[in-house]
């Protein structure tokens, strides 16, 4: 089965939305020198001094700089790459695991800032804000009726820890104005999205990338769940990208028995460091599922090949990315940096899960638009494997490098007869915003609503869907809804659950008919 050329944009633009985490944020050290010492360097030094010193007119040399660490690191791989200033803040942040702001979900709607929703025990949530309000003014600053960037957005309500900053905000539903008086505060980024019970004794943990706190966060879910009866933990790194090399492998400990091999590194000049779990696993018993697919990347890679390797855990899915390299990181005095590739990483086996990248940058990221043409998500003997790179578990078990990590268990792209281009569509921002504009304009009807009434309210009314619908035909008629209804129907309800009851409520509708998630249930 093939997918239809039309749709692959779309697919596309999904999986560069972690194209952030893809493009090397894998074992970081920083070194903030460097030293010309041969006559190569010295000619590059000499020519920008001689440009920015002699040349005709006056020139922007930093631009040069950087076109010219650009061209450099294209010769190399795909995971060198150059950062500028303003995008390695944001990744700095985001990797970080927090900020200090006011701690909101905001979505500019018709050129204001409307609250989507106030982040739980956050400072606008303890001042009182509510999802729906609109800021108006910051400390004087005018906040609507004009397009601001989303930097100049953010600068206005981040600051110091412990600043105030005074908001003008209109509340929708009463009608009025309202002044808040906000002290900032730290404001955590998880990178754990939820930890729950799939049944009574199954565990579930949502990993979305490998951040500072994310061992943390994984631990603190784990152990309140293990207090709840858990027997079989599921690990969810489908769309994970990657991150730090060191989170991966922390959890990775908590799972392991004592001394098994969780990954080693091998670098140009052949040094070789091995990484062995110890003694003080929290989860090294029970059953155990990793679930992957095509999105998911190194650091995920990581954990998902030492599980296998150490026949530890059934990995479920779709094969993975393939991306087996390691980064450091140089950081410059301007703010901006380069993640250069210093090293391969191994699973246990031994095995290299790097895919090609022989025929340039291009090639090697349109790999995974190829999976679908060849037919390899929707059926596991189209997954090309070499017979070179494969080798055997403790228990005899094959498995195979080369590109991705092959599981255990596959399992299909299905999507209940609906196209990709609809699931896809589904995941994607449009959906949020579709759900605060409809909550916008009664948010007072779902008003204490208990959970269980709200499922209820949202199953009796197809309301949602036919304006979802009408919206979705204005700009994209070629894709057909009403086949999809049901899974339409339930990823709305499931943002509309989000957004009024928070992240648990939203997976708690979307599991249950999860193909992956059925698939691991049955297996028990």
């Known amino acids: 089965m093939k997918i239809d050329s039309k749709y692959i944009p779309i697919y596309i633009s999904a999986i560069l939305a972690i194209g952030i985490f893809i493009g090397g944020l894998l074992d970081f050290s920083t070194e903030n020198q460097l030293s010309p010492t041969n006559s190569s360097k010295a000619k590059l030094n000499q020519l920008i001094d001689f440009i920015d010193n002699e040349y005709v007119d006056d020139i922007d040399t930093d631009s040069i700089v950087d076109r010219t660490v650009d061209n450099?690191?294209?010769?190399?791989?795909?995971?060198?790459?150059?950062?500028?200033?303003?995008?390695?803040?944001?990744?700095?942040?985001?990797?970080?695991?927090?900020?200090?702001?006011?701690?909101v979900r905001f979505y500019v709607y018709k050129d204001t800032v409307a609250i989507v929703q106030p982040i739980e025990n956050g400072p606008s949530a303890k001042a009182g804000i509510k999802a729906g309000d609109r800021i108006?003014?910051?400390?004087?600053?005018?906040?609507?009726?004009?397009k601001l960037p989303t930097d100049t957005l953010f600068s206005k309500l981040k600051g110091k820890e412990g600043s105030e900053v005074l908001l003008t905000v209109y509340r929708n539903s009463e009608k009025k104005k309202i002044n808040f008086k906000i002290k900032r505060g730290i404001v955590p980024l998880k990178s754990v999205d939820v930890g729950l019970m799939l049944?009574?004794?199954?565990?579930?943990?949502?990993?979305?990338?490998?951040?500072?706190?994310?061992?943390?966060?994984?631990?603190?879910?784990?152990?309140?769940?293990?207090?709840?009866?858990?027997?079989?933990?599921?690990?969810?790194?489908?769309?994970?990208?990657?991150?730090?090399?060191?989170?991966?492998?922390?959890?990775?400990?908590?799972?392991?028995?004592?001394?098994?091999?969780?990954?080693?590194?091998?670098?140009?000049?052949?040094?070789?460091?091995?990484?062995?779990?110890?003694?003080?696993?929290?989860?090294e018993a029970g059953r155990l599922f990793v679930l992957i697919n095509e999105n998911s990347a190194s650091a995920s890679e990581i954990l998902a090949g030492a599980i296998q390797d150490n026949d530890r855990g059934t990995i479920v899915g779709r094969r993975s990315f393939g991306k087996g390299l390691v980064q450091r990181e140089i950081d410059f005095d301007d703010g901006s940096a380069v993640r250069l590739?210093?090293?391969?990483?191994?699973?246990?086996?031994?095995?290299s899960i790097q895919k090609p990248y022989s025929k340039?940058?291009?090639?090697?990221?349109?790999?995974?638009?190829?999976?679908?043409?060849?037919?390899?998500?929707?059926?596991?003997?189209s997954i090309k494997v070499d017979d070179s790179v494969r080798f055997k578990t403790a228990k005899g078990r094959l498995v195979y490098g080369g590109g991705g990590i092959v599981p255990d268990v596959f399992v299909p792209l299905e999507f209940e007869n609906a196209s990709e281009a609809t699931v896809y569509l589904m995941e994607s921002g449009i959906v949020g915003n579709f759900v605060f504009e409809q909550?916008?304009?009664?948010?007072?009807?779902?008003?204490?609503?208990?959970?269980?009434?709200?499922?209820?309210?949202?199953?009796?009314?197809?309301?949602?869907?036919?304006?979802?619908?009408?919206?979705?035909?204005?700009?994209?008629?070629?894709?057909?809804?009403?086949?999809?209804?049901?899974?339409?129907?339930?990823?709305?309800?499931?943002e509309f659950a989000r957004q009024l009851y928070g992240e648990k409520a939203y997976y708690d509708i979307v599991l249950k008919e999860d193909v992956m998630i059925k698939t691991v249930l049955n297996k028990k």
């Open 360 to 381: 340039g940058e291009e090639q090697y990221f349109k790999e995974s638009e190829s999976r679908f043409e060849n037919g390899e998500l929707y059926e596991k003997d």
């Open 136 to 146: 108006l003014y910051a400390n004087g600053a005018k906040l609507f009726g004009r």
């Open 439 to 494: 909550l916008d304009k009664n948010r007072n009807s779902f008003k204490g609503l208990s959970f269980e009434q709200f499922l209820k309210k949202m199953n009796t009314t197809d309301d949602y869907f036919t304006a979802f619908k009408n919206l979705i035909s204005i700009h994209a008629k070629a894709i057909q809804l009403e086949k999809s209804k049901t899974l339409i129907k339930r990823y709305l309800n499931a």
């Open 72 to 103: 450099i690191l294209a010769q190399l791989d795909p995971h060198s790459v150059y950062v500028p200033p303003t995008q390695q803040a944001e990744v700095a942040e985001n990797m970080k695991g927090d900020f200090v702001g006011i701690g």
């Open 199 to 283: 049944n009574t004794t199954t565990a579930y943990i949502k990993i979305n990338r490998f951040a500072e706190t994310t061992y943390e966060e994984f631990q603190s879910n784990l152990i309140r769940l293990k207090k709840q009866g858990t027997k079989s933990l599921v690990i969810d790194l489908r769309d994970n990208g990657g991150g730090y090399m060191e989170e991966a492998i922390e959890i990775a400990d908590e799972l392991l028995a004592n001394k098994k091999l969780i990954v080693f590194t091998k670098n140009k000049r052949g040094r070789v460091e091995k990484t062995y779990a110890t003694k003080k696993g929290d989860f």
């Open 341 to 351: 590739t210093v090293a391969r990483y191994y699973t246990p086996t031994g095995r």
